[in-house]
């Protein structure tokens, strides 16, 4: 039987949610991997220092909880907001549990209201992450209403990155969830220390897959999926070998009856397969001997952070991912649910 054996992998975009929905999501990622950035979009927003260490006693409070014994460690962010402090950011590094700051154009996805209106105003938090080494997160898209949904990450590129790391040019920078061709030529050809996240969800479906056999809301998240042509350019990324792209699921779990519904909100939640999802990736393209890089050692070195040490084995055997988990007296609807994968974690 065909086995592959990878050094522990780490999650580098997550969200967990917090309360009851959190309890139900961690399980699926503390199982896979020993540590995710984990976002600060709750509502309220993860704003302060005190609201970040907070947050991580609650979810080590689930995982000491939880049926299972985890060994997994939730690496904090704090959400950036017009009046973030330079002295916040400062205490942020000190503590040595939040390890970025999070930018979310206001109105960008989900409760992202409290975000950045104008980046003049996070001047003088900005140049204090540069000067103390402190990376900044990224949602790559504008809100400009005007803008069209599949543009947005592109206008972004030139309207907000391109003079941001003119003005900053030692600031570490994730991209996150990169979706097309444009932001991985941007952050290939960058001399910056500039790195992004790929999804799996956005390495499997391109943006047919929303109106596949009618709508469905499962495929919605943000950035919105692209056309063909930017899904290769993502699997030509991650499997490239090149440190500067690493694996960040963007897990984003919402209820059924929130996605199922007339204004459903967006996020796919992956964490329940995401190293399973990965693994066909890279199978398809011939680039099995490439995971292990993009997984489990590309993230960690560009985070400072020291590589995992234990050992994860993925199996190649057939399983069906259920059509639904329980979520704090709700569904959660799995990506691929009902459907068979070919890769299994032992
Ligand atoms: C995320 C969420 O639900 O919190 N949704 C998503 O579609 N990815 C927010 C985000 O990362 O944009
Ligand atoms: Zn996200």
Same mark, same amino acid.
């Given at each position: 039987m065909k086995t592959l054996t990878l050094t522990k992998p780490d999650d580098w975009h997550l969200h967990v949610r917090d309360g009851e929905q959190m309890r139900a999501a961690l399980p699926h990622t503390a199982r896979q991997f020993a540590r995710a950035i984990i976002m600060p979009n709750l509502r309220p927003p993860v704003v302060s220092v005190a609201m970040a260490l907070s947050y991580r006693d609650r979810i080590l409070a689930a995982l000491a909880t939880a049926a299972q014994q985890y060994t997994f460690e939730p690496l904090m962010t704090l959400y950036l907001t017009d009046h973030t402090s330079p002295q916040e950011i400062i205490r942020a590094k000190e503590s040595g549990k939040i390890h970025a700051v999070k930018l979310y154009p206001a109105g960008a996805t989900t409760n992202s209201d409290a975000?950045?209106?104008?980046?003049?105003?996070?001047? =003088?938090?900005?140049?204090?992450? @540069?000067?103390?080494?402190?990376?900044?997160?990224?949602?790559?898209?504008?809100?400009?209403?005007?803008?069209?949904?599949?543009?947005?990450?592109?206008?972004?590129?030139?309207?907000?990155?391109?003079?941001?790391?003119?003005?900053?040019?030692?600031?570490?920078?994730?991209?996150?969830?990169?979706?097309?061709?444009?932001?991985?030529?941007?952050?290939?050809? =960058?001399?910056?220390?500039? $790195? $992004?996240?790929?999804?799996?969800?956005?390495?499997?479906?391109?943006?047919?897959?929303?109106?596949?056999?009618?709508?469905?809301?499962?495929?919605?998240?943000?950035?919105?999926?692209?056309?063909?042509?930017?899904?290769?350019?993502?699997? @030509?990324? $991650?499997?490239?070998?090149?440190?500067?792209?690493?694996?960040?699921?963007?897990?984003?779990?919402?209820?059924?009856?929130?996605?199922?519904?007339?204004?459903?909100?967006?996020?796919?939640?992956?964490?329940?397969?995401?190293? @399973?999802?990965?693994?066909?990736?890279?199978?398809?393209?011939?680039?099995?001997?490439?995971?292990? $890089?993009?997984?489990?050692?590309?993230?960690?070195?560009?985070?400072r952070l020291p590589r995992n040490q234990e050992q994860i084995v993925l199996r190649k055997e057939n399983w069906s991912v259920p059509e639904q988990f329980e979520y704090a007296g709700d569904n959660l609807i799995p990506f691929r649910a009902n459907t068979t994968l070919t890769w299994r974690m032992t």
């Open positions: 975000g950045v209106t104008d980046l003049a105003k996070c001047y =003088s938090t900005l140049a204090t992450m @540069e000067k103390i080494d402190f990376p900044l997160l990224v949602h790559g898209e504008v809100t400009d209403p005007d803008v069209d949904v599949f543009d947005r990450e592109g206008i972004f590129i030139d309207q907000v990155l391109t003079p941001m790391i003119r003005q900053f040019p030692a600031l570490r920078i994730v991209f996150e969830h990169i979706t097309t061709r444009d932001a991985v030529s941007f952050v290939q050809e =960058s001399s910056h220390p500039i $790195a $992004a996240t790929i999804t799996a969800h956005h390495l499997l479906l391109n943006r047919n897959a929303i109106f596949q056999g009618g709508i469905n809301p499962h495929h919605y998240c943000l950035p919105v999926l692209k056309r063909e042509t930017h899904r290769q350019a993502l699997v @030509e990324a $991650a499997i490239s070998g090149n440190p500067k792209f690493f694996l960040g699921t963007d897990s984003a779990p919402h209820a059924q009856t929130a996605k199922e519904n007339a204004c459903g909100c967006a996020g796919i939640f992956t964490a329940h397969a995401a190293l @399973e999802l990965y693994t066909s990736v890279f199978e398809q393209a011939g680039a099995l001997d490439r995971l292990e $890089a993009f997984a489990s050692f590309h993230g960690a070195d560009f985070y």
